[in-house]
């Protein structure tokens, strides 16, 4: 399919892309092994029965031209148009059953793939979220998914259909006559060069306009999210003439664009209507003068020739029209092919941990592993002997001259070490950037060291596995995700085994019980866009809870910045505090009274640790501490 | 709503208008080709001298060109036409959006408003171009094909006033069959789209509790769900082309069995062969340009969701109007509220304020403080106008605020919103929003007063320092203190603090309060905060409680008498305390 539609056509634009096309065409054979080498196989067989009416149809008007009597002749036109009806029976049931194959195809193969890239992308490394623009991301579903619809459905079963078409009557051309044929594929060529032309110039102000249309929309997007700053200072005036620039550039683009787009059609078309002007006068000059044939057929010039030679021209000219209109879609689509596929094919997490958390329980003073949820669990670590030890999950974390940068050369973290007993509490303190947030990244493996190491109950993390490791420490982020479902969905999305009791228990823990009883609904009132009915210490009383029914033995707070009021401050404190009894907390932390009650308080700075210790032990000591406690600096 | 975008062609109606005209001179041209190649393939075989074929080839020959002509023109002209609209579309609507009162923004989101200004009006302007162009085109060619059908095949001519109908009425019914399951479907669509976008916002939630084959199943059972509606919607539309097919060959085998019967029995004298064949090219037009009119007819359809989208940015009218004979000077920075009641909409059953009565001398500081929800923010609002009281009058320097021109009482009234913004652009030109012709000793001085000028300098480029979209590049108390120099720039009358300087630190915030007093004694100051702290200096302190004003005074009366002053005092205050304990 590939090297035929590569072959024939833009072959700049296609051939390139052989590869993608070569593995989206596999991909697709994959999901639908049976149904789409029989719809290929629809599509060539239909448009070579298209092809073939022409024949019975010149013999019909060779049959009249030699002046007969209908009576003579009319069994012989019968039988002929009877052959055409069956052809064109024939022909409408193919297209009938490709067109209804190809809607189970199209659509089937882009629930696939977005399935597929969804589920590869559940996988992939935090970085690459960190990396990469949300709404880049998000446009592979939307406008890639979109363009490879248009592409699968149309154009290339037309690119397909066209193709098949123009090697059909190249090859009966030829059998024809050669001289003729080399007018009209001259005449091709010269249609060629000037879709390459036409097309590139449009291709190249179409790429113009979408950057023109990202400049406008980015302009547009930033003064409308600060409107109300824009009438406090009346700078209406301005930003509109800002935004004539902008808008008169992508007007230039756009027009040009369409220009080029818009005069393809009308230039092929005539061009096409020349041609045919001109294979004519070769044919009457050939006939007139009695030029010798040169074809494969090896019959002389004659009127049953040249006749049916001029449909041949229209026909060829009008597939060469139909795949210029494709080129577009097909050079669109293929970048969103590539897309997808960059997005399928980046790397998922890697994972070589083998330790794994298991529910336990002590029979004869040992640890063993059992099925049922006992409370308690066990690192399953099995050894090389193929020996296997337990140990009690207690949640003691330790860093040992820990290194790590995001992007090469520049630091985050310069040799940091610190360790937490089972249930003591760890503040995190400093400015932003100072390094806070990078070290829980790395106790969870979103991101890992580049150099130290760090061990869980004495086992190093690399062994463990992510899945297992992240089951047992507790998030609480300062952005609140909530996801679409119910209140009660959004608690049990920590453990997706909690009744709803538990869950209940959870939010009473959290103090977030109180107010989810006088929402409308309940535990069932449904949350919608990140939950956008409820207040900010509401999303977090929730969150806390979420967190409070998975029940890990280490959590990870990282409190939220944003001014809350004091009331809600307070019960959302409550619910933190709630939380962290009895377990090993680190806290990003933001007020005063959470740091003041840590077992060891870190103070960091550009990525080392330069004060620690509890809070009395650093008041005493008049350092960085003393002075952010004091007010000299802002906590943040 | 057509009335309503139609006020957007303006200097591009001429290009509109031209279109049609080259259209169908290209229709024309285009029709009366068949023609003459009928004469052409007549002449060949009747073995006409090579001077006639070359007569008529030059003519059909210089036909194609002016039809190459005419269709380019029109390619060019409809894509003028077509973008200048857009162009003017969008234009309008940004200044439309430029014109709305706070109570206007409050309607749309901003991701709303960019769709419409950008893929709304992209769809409006393809189905600009296809009705301008193919869609006068496609009813030309119709006509222009039938007609001569007729003049070439006579009484064959009626075949097509039989089959024209029945595939218009075929396509009509696929079409509107299909439309309504095309219409759910994408909406099914958008919600896919937009749990994908919360799985992505989503992502460290989603591993840090290890649920990527919950999120995948999840996805997977809407994702087939789409699919399942969309195979459906798919599989109507892809009758089109089967149905087309099928009139296309009951003509054919029409014409060439009554075709020939008529060429034999009348021995070429109603039909000959080149008219025959020539039938054959024009039911061929005839048919594929009622399917683009069924094309049509589809996008037009999907045009009408975004046009309808755009009217409603287009015909939302400002709630705020500038008066007729506008006050242009502020006499000075006195404030008063009489018995004032506000709600944010009418549909809203409480008052956000409630008879609030309150006077401020010109250069007095006011504390504002109160919970959330307690309606601090929507009291300072009133006062440089930005919503209308519902009930009550609020004078600003004895004059009603809605007796003003509007930009001079926001010039005189500098408001530093609590949901404050610095833009992409260097700090000066951020600056400079306060006052565009600010000297750089001005700015500076701003700065100075804002504490904002200590940091500017840290910085390589010093107030030529680039600030990222959403002001990404500093930090939060550094993005506020920009802010406040902003407003500062403005030399207000009154000046107005929405929580400016909740991420500041307090010796910093001190630092800003005292350079206030210090250098614009005479400007009214109202600072609304979550800390006693920042007003304890002030010379009253409002408490707010849910829409009220609970208690006046100054910092001393209110922890005696006011509950609710004291109990948030306490709170603030006892984490500091040597016995600690957190808050409860």
Redesign the interface.
Known sequence: MSKNSAGKSGKTVVQNKKGLLGRLFKLMLSFYPVMLPFTIFLIIFNSVIRSLPAIFQQKIFEIIESNPTWGDVSTRIFTLVAILASLYLLSLAADFTFAQLMAFITQGTLKKLRVKMFGNMQYLPIKFFDQNDHGDIMSRYTNDIDTLRQMISQSLPQLLMSATSITTLFVIMIYLSVPMTVIVISGVALMTVIVRKIGGGSAKYFFKQQTSLGKLEGFAEEIMNGEKVVKVFCHEEEAKSDFEKLNQSLFEDADRANKYANILGPILNNIGNILYVIVALAGGILLIFNVPNISLKGAAISISIVVPFLNMTKQFTGNINQISHQINAIVMGMAGTKRIFDMMDSPAEADDGYVTLVNAREENGELTECPERTGRWAWKHPHQDGSVTYTELQGDVRLFDVDFEYEEGKPVLRDVSLYARPGQKVAFVGATGAGKTTITNLINRFYDIADGKIRYDGININKIKKNDLRHSLGIVLQDTNLFTGTVMDNIRYGRLEASDEECIAAAELAGADDFITRLPDGYSTMLRENGSNLSQGQRQLLSIARAAVADPPVMILDEATSSIDTRTEAIVQRGMDALMVGRTVFVIAHRLSTVKNSDVIIVLDHGSIIERGSHDELINAKGQYYQLYTGAFELE | MLKQLSKSIREYKKAALITPVFVTL?VIL?CA?PFI?AN??N???A????DV??KT?GI??L???V??A???A???T???A???F??NL??DM??K??????EN?DRFS??S??TR??TDVSNI?NAY?MII?TAIRSPLMLIFAFIMAFVMGGKMGWIFVLVVPILGVGLFLISKKAMPRFRSVFKKYDNL????????????????????????KK??TA??D??RD??VA??I???N??LM??CL?AV??FT??FG??T???T?GLDLD?GQ??AL?TYSFMMLSSLMMLSMIFVMITMAEESAKRVCEVLSEESTLENPENPVYNVASGAVDFDNVSFKYSKKAKKNALEGIDLHIRSGETIGIIG???SSKSSLIQLI?R?YDATEGEVRVGGVNVKDYD??TL??SV??V?Q???L??GTIKENLR??NKDATDEEIISACRMACADEFIETFPDKYDTYIE??GTNV???QKQRLCIA?ALL?KPKILILD?ST???????DAKIRAAMRRYIPETTKLIIA?RTASVEDADRIIVMDSGHIADIGTHEELIKKSDIYRE?YI??N???SKD?????
């Open positions: 290209e285009e080709l190649i052409l393939v002449q060949i075989k073995g006409a001298g090579i074929i070359l080839g059909l020959a036909m194609s060109l039809s190459l005419c269709g380019s029109a390619g060019f409809c894509s003028t077509s973008c200048g857009a162009k969008r234009s940004f200044a959006i430029q014109s709305y009162s706070f923004i901003t991701s408003l960019v200004l950008t302007q171009m162009r789209n937009s749990s994908i976008q919360e799985n992505i916002k989503g992502m460290r939630v989603v591993k840090s509790f290890v649920r990527e084959d919950y999120e995948q996805f997977s994702a087939e789409v699919c969309f195979t798919e599989r539309v892809a009758l082309g089967p097919q099928f060959y054919m085998i060439l069995t020939s019967y060429v034999i029995t021995m062969v025959m064949s054959l919970g959330t929800g440089s930005l509007l930009e926001r010039n500098s408001v919103l949901k404050n913004l833009f992409s929003w306060g979209q959403g930090s939060g108390g902003r403005k929580d909740s991420a500041v630190d307090t010796k910093t979550q948030i709170s603030q006892k984490a500091d600690g304990g957190e808050a409860e």
